[in-house]
């Protein structure tokens, strides 16, 4: 067993806001520069719909992530773009890139702003700002398609980008266009940054060696030094969050923003969330397991399989080999105050994005909950009950199809998105009781799997939380580790599951610089 460290998260999509300060702090932070006008390393998507770039879940369009290697003997799971020989082969080719119109259109524009200060005020018409392109200057340029085009559900009707969503892939034909119809339409928020995976395909596809995990804490990064601008990268990761600097020639990403972290502050995205959805806590994992459970045959077992290799924090076995392989005390006891292990792993909440991917991500969302028929037969009135006043509600009658969830956080498996909504809504109903019935029920509670004290740390740290709950940072203290010559930079490129001596790269501890972290110069 090789235990390794990681940085989760965890997104409640309950309470995300579509506000997009998010994406601001990170855009104004790390990707206000030329040649990065198009990144954007943080984001929030209006479901359902195309998403930025567009159709980027389609990896039959775009041939990302993992696939299931079912040759005889096989133990480890195959890139779905092409093997290693082929990729090497068409080094100069790749097919399969985004290409600027599944972002931009024409490219990202800006607004003529000065038009509405410069010209001379006219009493026929209100002063116009046109839109002009960031990259060539052009004015009056035609918007076809930007980040978040279907805002709020603008453009999600079956006319517009709702047909493109590979999410309806499970439904027919017939259901996917009833859902898009006007008075049946719904819309959810879909906040996305880099899931800084277990098995990141970007790692994976670079034959540079230029894409690594960090030792110490997982975070994925692009070394730029030895970054050669190949995209295989960018055409790697199925979440299409490695992008490329058309000024700097190299490739970029979310650094979960590593230098906040190592002075214990969270990422800037994290800072800045109005709706507190964010939590960030570290898990510790088995590396050994990882390629078994990437190539796991029914991708509806990867959600369960994938928690398997989550290690219990609070298991004696896991903390003295733990500590035997190097592993601070320090992370050890940030573990047990994880976040992101509770909804994870305890709690069975949170759920990884497109599993079927098979990266094994460490971003984790809970599944929204939304309107449920409130007309009701008897007298009780409860908000969360139908069919006659039943103790849960009938998921049936959620606007957001249970369906459309399970393609986007089950691998297409029903059974832990409705585990995982009804555990919140028995918690609500739990809750209600006490504060408005004056009574407590635990039996709610049972029927769903949960204790009273799971419960009521579950209600504290969705709804309650302080900002020290919400975000467990362990501090490094690689001075006291046995495993420091070893830390920053761990595997990468075409040796994804060795150590790094074997990809030809020295590991070693780098003084923080601007190169180092993946940020163009």
Not at 71 to 93: T, V
Not at 424 to 443: I, N, Y
Request: charged share 25%.
């Amino acid at each position: 067993m090789r235990i390794k460290q990681q940085m989760g998260i965890t997104f409640n999509l309950d309470k995300c806001l579509g506000c997009q300060t998010c994406t601001i702090a990170c855009k104004n932070v790390w990707t206000n520069r030329e040649g990065a006008e198009y990144m954007f390393w943080n984001n929030v998507e209006t479901k359902p719909g195309a998403g930025y770039p567009k159709e980027w879940e389609n990896q039959n369009k775009y041939r990302g992530g993992w696939k299931q290697n079912s040759e005889p003997g096989a133990d480890a799971p195959k890139l779905n773009q092409a093997s290693k020989f082929w990729e090497m082969i068409s080094l100069f080719y790749n097919p399969v890139l985004p290409q600027m119109d599944d972002y931009y259109g024409k490219g990202p524009f800006t607004f003529t702003y000065e038009d509405l200060h410069s010209e001379e005020p006219t009493k026929y018409s209100q002063p116009v700002a046109r839109p002009k392109s960031q990259i060539t200057g052009e004015e009056d340029i035609e918007l076809t398609y930007g980040v978040n085009w279907e805002d709020n559900g603008a453009g999600t009707h079956e006319e517009g980008t709702g047909k493109l969503d590979y999410n309806f892939s499970d439904m027919s034909d017939e259901a996917r266009k009833a859902l898009l119809k006007f008075e049946n339409s719904f819309m959810m928020y879909l906040p996305r940054i880099c899931n800084h995976c277990l098995n990141p395909a970007c790692v994976g596809s670079c034959p540079s060696g230029a894409n690594y995990k960090r030792e110490e804490d997982g975070v994925v990064l692009i070394d730029q030094d030895r970054c050669r601008g190949w995209r295989y990268c960018v055409s790697g990761c199925p979440y299409k969050k490695t992008y490329y600097n058309w000024r700097t020639g190299k490739s970029e990403k979310c650094i979960l923003c590593f230098p906040r972290i190592e002075t214990g502050q969270p990422p800037m995205c994290f800072q800045a969330c109005v709706g507190r959805i964010r939590y960030l806590g570290p898990l510790l994992y088995d590396l050994d397991r990882v390629a078994e459970v990437a190539n796991t045959k029914d991708e509806k077992q990867l959600v369960e399989k994938h928690r398997e290799i989550i290690l219990n924090p609070f298991d004696p076995e896991v903390i003295a080999e733990a500590k035997k392989q190097g592993i601070s005390d320090q992370w050890l006891d940030a573990c047990r105050r994880s976040p992101v292990y509770k909804m994870f792993v305890e709690w069975e909440i949170a759920l990884p994005l497109h599993p079927e991917f098979r990266t094994l991500p460490s971003l984790f969302y809970i599944p929204p909950e939304s309107p449920v028929a409130t007309a009701l037969p008897n007298d009780r009135g409860t908000l969360d009950m139908v069919d006659g006043g039943t103790v849960l509600p009938n998921l049936k009658e959620f606007r957001i199809p249970i369906e459309y969830l399970a393609r986007l956080l089950g691998g297409g498996n029903t059974e832990v998105v409705e585990r995982s909504l009804l555990r919140q809504l028995a918690l609500r109903e739990f809750r209600r009781q006490e504060r408005v019935e004056g009574r407590t029920d635990t039996s709610i509670l049972e029927a769903v799997g949960l204790t009273e004290s799971q419960a009521r740390h579950m209600h504290r740290l969705l709804s309650l939380a302080h900002f020290h709950e919400r975000f467990v940072i362990a501090t490094a203290r690689s001075e006291d580790t046995d495993n420091a010559p070893y830390l920053e930079r761990g595997f990468t490129g075409f040796d994804l599951m060795s150590p790094s001596e074997g990809t030809g790269g020295q590991s070693r501890r780098t003084e923080f610089h601007g190169k180092k972290m993946g940020v163009g110069s």
